[in-house]
């Protein structure tokens, strides 16, 4: 026996039940017509066209049914106006490719330099299986270069280098012995090597793989296998947890601060008689870089420091160290006298002392002094100096030391306790020093090289390639070797993707000369350097890239193109 539900009726349906209903008996109803009928109008619908309003197409009978004749898909209302399917929904033997999408009013920079990048190499394929990188965005400016044989010089340091090409990298791989050992004779000696042009098996050149193995080596203080001393800035999270018996005890610190030092100074030997033609030293805040007489244009030693802050510059001042910041012009009361010198530190307090005794002066007119209260002298150096705060740990604040200026340097970060970090996982640990050739206390080491091949997707399906992946700190003797030996391995065709460390950009600014160089002397000069000659050649330029770095080359039959 049925139970009566209260307020329950059996007849009743709800509406959404009632529409399928009408939907169900309208398909019948035209699929046994044919042809399709058009549903009758509604009153209200008759009458609202009578009025003259302005109503959608009645739909067809047939227009969802399976037996009708086919009808316009109904609009999202919710949709953009051009909201249309976009090249991609062509059949794959269209157009696509050669006729690209032309950019709408609203691109944003970075689709816009893409396609720019797009029409200069149609040759780029995407890597598929690739390990996943990081994204690079570039600014409006960056657009591909001019074409060149050579590329322009890069004194950022590099964290990773990931090359393409269509040829496989398999000769860079397993390394004979011997092979090693004469690469490591040939590094050690500054053995120049030349390459042909073009090298047709790559894997039976023994020439070509001990080059390579040369090419990879640089030289490292302190080396403590367990932890990655390069970068140090931003690097407290990798070293979290690494065992560190030196940070806890001031004697170990003080016999590593000892050696360091005495590394430290052997480098700036060898720089200043031209047997290394650069060094860096990386600390926990910032990176120097020791430039010798004759490179980037200069006919002095260099040092180029960055980012740098108020405080250290207040510090290298006081110990009397003449300095100049390349990207910011003077400020109003540091004037510079007719001789092009900057006046002294007490000289620049006495007339900021001046300036605020006149500024008050006002006051002692109208009998005020003593009601309104005067603001303390801290608050009005802050005042004065909020541009330099404001440049602190940026690019902007990188400081140029020229000739023997740069001697003092080294004995103020020698001396400077707040060289070494006190606290942290980096607390004791000496800064890192990296050189291309040998000097007292160094480590050699090698960078890591790993060739992969890959499946990339072309239009008539899947074709082979060939990536070439190096890892460490790679410096720009580094990169010039490695790019020259690949054009000969790759027969003058290859693509690169450059990582570097962001706050070595600034290094490849255009520095201001005194008096152009001769080349042919300066190169006489730096013969014992260790450096091939085509690559003495390349670092001995002027830099052109500012305050950015090299990103994205590709070398198609012997020819460079690359972005910054």
């Known amino acids: 026996m049925a139970l009566s539900v209260p307020c329950y009726s059996p007849s009743f349906r709800k509406p959404p039940e009632v529409v399928r209903l009408r939907r169900k008996r309208a398909r019948s109803r035209g699929a046994a017509a044919s042809p399709p009928r058009e549903l009758p109008e509604p009153a209200a619908r008759r009458a609202a066209l009578a009025a003259g309003l302005h109503l959608r197409p009645f739909p067809a009978a047939g227009g969802r049914g399976g037996g009708g004749g086919p009808a316009a898909a109904r609009r999202n209302p919710f949709a953009r106006l051009d909201n249309r399917p976009r090249v991609a929904a062509e059949p794959p033997d269209g157009p696509a490719r050669e006729q690209p999408e032309a950019p709408g009013p609203f691109l944003d920079s970075n689709q816009e330099n893409d396609l720019l990048w797009e029409e200069k190499f149609p040759e780029r394929t995407t890597v598929t299986e690739l390990p996943q990188?990081?994204?690079?965005?570039?600014?409006?400016?960056?657009?591909?270069?001019?074409?060149?044989?050579?590329?322009?010089?890069?004194?950022?340091?590099?964290?990773?280098?990931?090359?393409?090409?269509?040829?496989?990298?398999?000769?860079?791989?397993?390394?004979?012995?011997?092979?090693?050992?004469?690469?490591?004779?040939?590094?050690?000696?500054?053995?120049?090597?030349?390459?042909?042009?073009?090298?047709?098996?790559?894997?039976?050149?023994?020439?070509?793989?001990?080059?390579?193995?040369?090419?990879?080596?640089?030289?490292?203080?302190?080396?403590?296998?367990?932890?990655?001393?390069?970068?140090r800035i931003g690097a407290d999270r990798k070293m979290a947890g690494k065992t560190s018996p030196w940070s806890n005890d001031a004697t170990l610190q003080h016999v590593l601060m000892s050696d360091w030092s005495v590394s430290f100074t052997s480098l700036y030997n060898l720089l200043k008689t031209k047997l290394c033609p650069y060094f860096y030293v990386c600390?926990?805040?910032?990176?120097?870089?020791?430039?010798?007489?004759?490179?980037?244009?200069?006919?002095?030693?260099?040092?180029?420091?960055?980012?740098t802050t108020r405080g250290l510059r207040e510090a290298m001042r006081n110990e009397g160290i003449e300095f100049s910041l390349p990207l910011i012009k003077e400020s109003g009361y540091k004037k510079e006298t007719a001789s092009g010198s900057s006046l002294g530190y007490g000289e620049e307090q006495a007339i900021s002392d001046e300036d605020e005794e006149e500024s008050f002066s006002w006051l002692e007119e109208m009998g005020v002094q003593d009601k309104i209260k005067k603001p303390d002298i801290l608050s009005i150096k802050l005042r004065k100096e909020k541009h330099e705060v404001q440049m602190d740990h940026r690019p902007e604040s990188v400081v140029l030391v020229k000739g023997i200026n740069t001697f003092t340097l080294l004995n103020f970060l020698i001396n400077c306790k707040s060289l070494v970090a006190t606290s942290g996982p980096q607390a004791g640990l000496p800064p890192t020093l990296l050189s291309p050739v040998a000097f007292r206390g160094a480590t050699m080491q090698i960078l890591k090289a790993r060739s992969v091949n890959v499946k990339t997707q072309a239009l008539s399906g899947y074709r082979d390639q060939f990536s070439l992946e190096i890892t460490g700190p790679i410096m720009p003797h580094s990169l010039h070797s490695l790019t020259m030996l690949l054009k000969s391995s790759q027969s003058g065709s290859f693509s690169a993707v450059l990582y570097p460390h962001e706050p070595t950009a600034v290094f490849n600014i255009c520095l201001p000369v005194d008096k152009v160089l001769d080349m042919e002397v300066v190169h006489k000069e730096l013969t014992n350097c260790g450096l091939h000659p085509n690559t003495l050649e390349q670092l001995s330029q002027i830099p052109l890239l500012g305050k950015s770095s090299l990103r994205n080359v590709v070398l198609r039959d012997y020819i460079y193109n690359w972005r910054s």
Do not use: M
């Open 133 to 231: 990188t990081s994204h690079v965005s570039f600014s409006e400016s960056d657009i591909p270069s001019s074409e060149n044989t050579e590329l322009p010089v890069d004194w950022s340091i590099k964290t990773r280098l990931l090359f393409t090409s269509s040829q496989p990298f398999t000769w860079a791989d397993h390394l004979k012995a011997q092979e090693e050992a004469q690469g490591l004779v040939q590094h050690c000696r500054a053995t120049e090597v030349t390459l042909p042009k073009s090298i047709q098996d790559p894997k039976l050149s023994t020439e070509l793989r001990c080059a390579f193995q040369q090419s990879l080596i640089y030289w490292l203080h302190p080396a403590l296998s367990w932890l990655p001393l390069f970068p």
């Open 283 to 307: 600390t926990y805040q910032f990176t120097v870089l020791f430039r010798a007489a004759g490179l980037a244009g200069s006919d002095l030693i260099t040092a180029l420091i960055s980012p």
